[in-house]
Structure formats: C-alpha cells, structure tokens
C-alpha cells in the first residue's frame, strides 16, 4: 500500500521545526482557573470579545444602496455565520411582519393561490447548503488585477444551510400551465427589484426559504421570505419575495438588460448567464497577511461552482509552472463551497501561489488572460478568473 507523504511528513517532523518556534511550558493549575465567576446564562447567544471578524461596510453616500462583504479569511470550515453573510441591496432593508407578508403565486397557472407564512411551513420542507455569490464579486480584476485582500475581491460570496420549501410544490398546488416558460420574482422592497428564471429552474431545485443556519432568515438575508436558486448568480435569489409570476418570456427587467450582463467585444451581450462558474480563492496565506516564517505553512482556501461539486482543485507555489492536487473537505456538496488543504513548507524565497478549481462538469477555472481572451475586457460582472498571491521574503503577502 503506498504511503501518504503528509502523512509522514506530519508524524515525524518535531513541532518545533513545523513552525519554526520553540514550544512554551504548559500553564500552571493556578493560571488556569479564572479567578472570578463567569457571566450569567443568556437568552440569545453572543460570540467572544476577542473575535473580532466582521463585514467590510463601505463608505457610500447612500447606505441603503451598496454591499457588505463576508471576511472569508477570518473563517474555518465552509459554512458562513448569519451575522457574517453578505449583504447586496438596491433600496435598504424592508421591515415586514411575518404575520402581514404573503407570497402570491399567479400568471399562467390554473389556480393563483397566495401563502401566508404559516401555510408554507406546513408545507414539506427541505435544508440543503448552497452557497450564494453576487455577479459582480471579484469584477475589479477584469480591469486592474490586484484587489488587496480576499474580503475585498472576494467577500460578495457566502455559504450557508437553508431550510424552506420547494418551489416546485407551490408551482403544482397553483396548477403550472404548459405556456409557462418563465417565472417573475418579485421582491417587497421598495424598488420592487424582479428577475426572470427559467421554469425548469423553479420546477428544479429551486426553494423559498424562511430560514438560515437553523434559524429564521435575517431580515438583510430576506426575511421573512426570499427565493433561492442555488448555481444562480446572486441578485437572481431575490429577497423578501412577494410575488411569483408564471410567464411565456422573460420580462427584460432593469436588472438583466442595464445590469448583470456582459458586453462582449463585438458590441453584443452576454445575457442571463445565470450559472455561475468555478473559482477558487487561498484564503491563508492571502493578501494583507504575513507569515511568521520559514517552515510549515498550510495553504487554505475555498472553491465553488454553480454547476455542481468540485472535483478538483489544483495549488501551484511557484507562480503556476507546476501544479499540485490539494486534499479537499468532505461532504463535497453541489453548488456549495469546498474546502481545500495543501501541507507546504516555505523556504523563506518570494514566491507566488493559486489556485484552479474544476468541477463535476469538466469545468476547469480559467486564468485571467484565457478569460479576457473570450469575453474582451468590457465586462464588470461573472468574474472567475485564478487569483494569485505573491509572498514576499519578509512574509507579507500581496496581490499581483
């Protein structure tokens, strides 16, 4: 049977020289103990005051009108908490009364029916993980590559577990008529944003959700009701859904014509592209950190696709001459974020590192320069170019 090299390399190699420093005595019994009693149970839980992750929050003129980003080097795992997802709104955050907010589903079907909230969660529910990403996350590096950490070229993506209810069960009970080629989802802010999704879609995999990580929906994530359609790029997954409309075409909403489209170099649009591509980011080590030093070094990141799991992810430390297959954490779920792990020891050189995901479809993550070669260089939106890191010899990292 062959041997796992990290295997070995782990086992026998001394702590010290994995990280490069001596290890400190262990605490004593009396250093240990706190010396005073603890804070009191508490109705709704609190995380530390020494963590300290947080969303970038922008400076705009009109903070109803903009987007927050998910510090995605700041977390472990694959699932981002509630309070840490992504926020991307276009008219502020709506305050609806669950008991008040309905969902009406109308156009070609032979029964319109409207839901309250309690008739939806009477209804068979689901809880699936799907991560939901903005179209126009990482659109700076089609212009000037560099964004200067991952939070900022990268943090208009989350993943997380959603519960709520097929939309196929409520496009049934309404009576879906055959003409029915589309449907409009439209939300109750108050620019009322809408978008047009294929009905294979709606009668597919795709849910309205009322609620996140175990709990109800956060109201900048939707609340109470929001349409998920996992792979779909992110202002399809409308919030605080309202209305589901069946129609024979798209309804060539603000949002698909003026926005969320590409121009094409030959003067045409790229238009509802809807699935999202597969990409990858190395969170650790990453733009604006800096490691302690020569040694052992785990190289951590995520990657994603809208076409289904990751197969593969691909690290290459020498600036992509050579590449390296990376271990990936399991469950590996569609449409979902993957983690991945590459165990690499530094030797204290510059060097620049990236990653390439592939997906369950053949999919392989293009590079920057492959990317601009078949789109030109018009676009703002669908970014999924390899990202690379470039380490320097004091440790700092930055973007190139």
């Known amino acids: 049977m062959k ?167 409520l496009l049934e009970e309404a009576g879906l008529k055959k003409e029915g080629k589309w449907f409009l989802a439209e939300g109750a802010d108050v620019c009322k944003m809408y978008r047009s999704i294929p009905i294979e879609k709606g009668l597919g995999d795709a849910m309205i959700v009322y609620a996140q990580n175990g709990e109800a929906l956060r109201p900048e994530q939707g609340y109470p009701l929001r349409l998920l359609v996992p792979g779909y790029e992110g202002n399809a997954n409308v919030k605080w859904v309202r209305q589901i409309k069946v129609v024979d075409q798209p309804g060539q909403a603000k949002d698909e014509t003026s926005k969320y489209t590409d121009l094409l170099a030959d003067g045409t649009a790229r238009q509802f592209s809807l699935v999202l591509d597969a990409k990858s980011v190395i969170t650790s080590p990453s733009g604006g950190q800096k490691l302690a030093g020569q040694g052992f070094h785990e190289i951590r990141g995520l990657a994603w696709s809208g076409r289904g799991r990751i197969d593969r992810v691909d690290v290459s430390t020498d600036g992509g001459k050579t590449w390296t297959r990376a271990a990936l954490q399991e469950p590996r779920l569609p449409m979902a974020f993957t983690r991945f792990r590459l165990p690499w020891a530094w030797d204290g050189q510059p060097v620049e590192i990236l990653s390439r995901a592939v997906d369950e479809s053949g999919y392989v993550q293009p590079s920057r320069e492959e990317l601009t070669e078949a789109r030109g260089g018009n676009s703002q939106y669908h970014y999924n170019g390899i990202k690379q890191w470039k380490i320097e010899a004091d440790g700092s990292v930055k973007s190139v």
């Open 3 to 169: 041997k796992n090299p990290r295997r070995r390399f782990l086992q026998f190699a001394p702590l010290a020289a994995l990280t490069g420093c001596a290890t400190k005595p262990a605490a004593t019994e009396e250093e240990q103990l706190p010396s005073q009693l603890g804070k009191p149970l508490s109705a709704y839980g609190e995380r530390s005051k020494y963590e300290t992750a947080k969303r970038l929050v922008p400076e705009v003129k009109r903070p109803q009108i903009g987007a927050t980003r998910t510090p995605l080097a700041e977390i472990d795992g694959t699932i981002t908490p509630a309070s840490l997802h992504f926020e991307r709104h276009h008219a502020g955050v709506p305050d609806l009364d669950p008991a008040k907010h309905t969902l009406l589903i109308h156009g070609l079907v032979e029964r319109p029916a409207v839901f309250t909230i309690a008739d939806l969660k009477r209804l068979p529910s689901e809880t699936r993980t799907h991560f939901v990403e903005c179209a126009g996350n990482s659109g700076n590096e089609w212009k000037s590559p560099g964004a200067g950490d991952v939070v900022r070229g990268f943090g208009l993506a989350s993943n997380t577990e959603w519960t709520g209810v097929p939309l196929r069960i």
